[in-house]
């Protein structure tokens, strides 16, 4: 009588091998994307980013705008917490509380001096500002504030707002601006890429002048004719709106030019040519059978043309034309730093400028692992 063994390392490859060959195309580049860290933790940093833009009034302890400025401490530096000074330790975080006082020094102007033996502390969930979370729910709650006074983690500006608050929301307010231009840009592509890589011929190359026309087109310059058009009544709102589709509407033509190559590819195949047969309409064999074949190359390239989209926000409004005071962007912060004052004196204009720098830089990591993802023959260089 034998017995026969089994090798748990062998069953665990043959296992290891049918979940490979049974995965659907969503989990084989989870797999794949995975196995990048720079890539994973990239996409930890955006998803945090995304989180801290999202509950932006949640997280900030004042008002960004106008509104919730000090005014008693204008271009403060970052006041951070601390348990321990010269008095001894605390169990919870306190800060040092700034104090204005005419100074013999400076002919009796004002002054900020900071109260080394005065302790203000961090209170957690307290009431403040009302704002809706999510647009919709009504609310006054925030993470954190102080007994008294203000905090101001990374200082304040010019007129008093606070940087931090300002910071979160203009993250918010960056991504909004990208996902609007993206999606103006991704419906537009996919209308005008399927048409033309579809059918061929001469509609093919009538819609390809038109892409070559758009995509010649000089953004700057363009904008630059609008901004001289745009009423100064408009909200900040009616300004955010326009900003995002002229960036959608000037950023189709490079994903418009995948899809029709990938249709001008894969028409004359046979699941095609029997999906014509039983009587299918165009437009249903490109909804239903075309662009699903390389939905995973769609997604990518949707990743990777979201912070061109960012840039652009940021570009425009750095150089004044695009979003302007009240509304908080990354651009619009971005235009505080470009004095030699600033650079010297209040160094801490410069933070938003890192967030700026980590979110474009995490969304193009992302990017690239989600491209070399979802190449079936990236397996093979490995």
Known sequence: MTTETTNPATD???KAKEAYFTASQGQLIWARFKKQRSAMIAAWVLIGLLI??????????????????????????????????????SLRPFIHPVERERSLATNFRWVTKVNEDKRVY???????????????????????????????????????????????????TSMQVGTIGVVIAFVLALIIGGI???YGGWIDSFIQMITDAVRTVPAI????????????????????????????????PTLARRVRTHLLTERNQEYVLAAQLCGASPGHVIRRHLLP????????????????????????????LGLKDPVNSLGVMLQSVTSADVLLNYQWYFIPVIFFIALVMAFVFVGDGLRDAADPYSDSHK
Not at 227 to 247: D, H, K, V, Y
Request: charged share 15%; net charge negative.
């Open 196 to 198: 033309s890589g579809y």
């Open 293 to 320: 074949s390389f939905t995973s190359y769609i997604i990518v390239d949707l990743v990777i043309s979201f912070p061109y989209m960012v840039l652009s926000e940021t570009a425009l409004s750095f150089i004044g």
């Open 221 to 252: 310059p363009l904008f630059m004719a609008i901004a001289a058009f745009i009423p100064q009544e408009w909200s900040a709102e009616t300004r955010f709106f326009i900003i995002s589709m002229i960036l959608g509407l000037i950023g189709w």
């Open 12 to 14: 665990s490859d043959q």
């Open 52 to 89: 801290s833009g999202i509950f932006a009034s949640f997280l900030s302890p004042y008002d960004p705008t106008v509104a919730g400025r000090d005014k008693d401490y204008l271009n403060g530096a970052p006041q951070l917490p601390q348990f321990c000074d010269g008095n001894g330790c």
């Open 122 to 172: 961090f209170t957690f969930m307290p009431k403040g500002w009302d704002y809706k979370l999510f647009g919709l729910i009504p609310m006054d709650r925030h993470l954190f504030g102080v007994e008294e006074g203000y905090v101001h983690l990374f200082g304040t500006d010019a007129t008093g707002k606070d940087i931090y608050s300002r910071t979160l929301h203009a993250i918010w």
